[in-house]
């Protein structure tokens, strides 16, 4: 039964891959005109899928038989991936996970950087930078990325104006305060640097 629940898990974590990279495809092209296109082309592909699959039963098993063998290889791809991420442990030293602290805190240096001398900055922005340093997953939405903050107590509003353009962001009046860190401990003076 473990082979079975595995498996299970597996297509579940694919179909999730599958539908990551179906619904990221349109955004993808930075055009606007190019982004019309691909959504029209998915809804289209969407619609004679669901028309064939009503008209001829037979197509619906057999893409369904499909959809579970590619996701069965997209979930396995993933398993072996997170698998070489986390390295057989052999001589590696393991740095332990930030805290809800050390989250927070970064979460608003970024923010305060990425503000400058304005009031606030849009969520996206704070969001593409997280993306590019490496600290979310690309699989990761805005919408996610935007409870992930709430959830270290960053208040996100639904619109702030920032350069002229309104979207959800973060006004710097409305961060919370971030303790300060501890001098580092050890031999070292406070006040040397490292």
């Given at each position: 039964m473990k082979w079975l629940r595995r498996a299970a898990a597996r297509i579940y974590d694919g179909s999730i891959q599958i539908g990551w990279r179906v619904g990221r495809w349109p955004w993808q092209d930075p055009h606007k005109g190019e982004q019309a296109v691909r959504t029209v082309l998915l809804a289209a592909a969407v619609a004679v899928l669901w028309w064939v699959g009503q008209a001829v039963p037979r197509v619906a098993g057999i893409a369904l038989v499909a959809w579970a063998v590619a996701a069965f290889r997209a979930g396995e791809a993933e398993e072996e991936a997170a698998g070489e991420e986390a390295g057989?442990?052999?001589?590696?030293?393991?740095?332990?996970?930030?805290?809800r602290a050390d989250l927070l805190a970064d979460l608003v240096d970024t923010i305060t950087q990425l503000a400058g001398t304005g009031r606030g900055v849009h969520l996206s922005l704070v969001y593409r930078n997280w993306l590019d340093r490496g600290l979310i997953r690309d699989e990761r939405t805005l919408s996610q990325f935007r409870r992930f903050a709430e959830d270290l107590g960053v208040p996100v509003r639904d619109s702030l104006k920032v350069a002229g353009k309104v979207g959800i962001g973060v006004r710097l009046d409305d961060l919370p305060d971030v303790p300060a860190t501890p001098p580092p401990t050890g031999d070292r003076h406070p006040f040397q640097g490292r």
């Open positions: 057989d442990g052999a001589g590696e030293q393991l740095v332990p996970a930030p805290t």
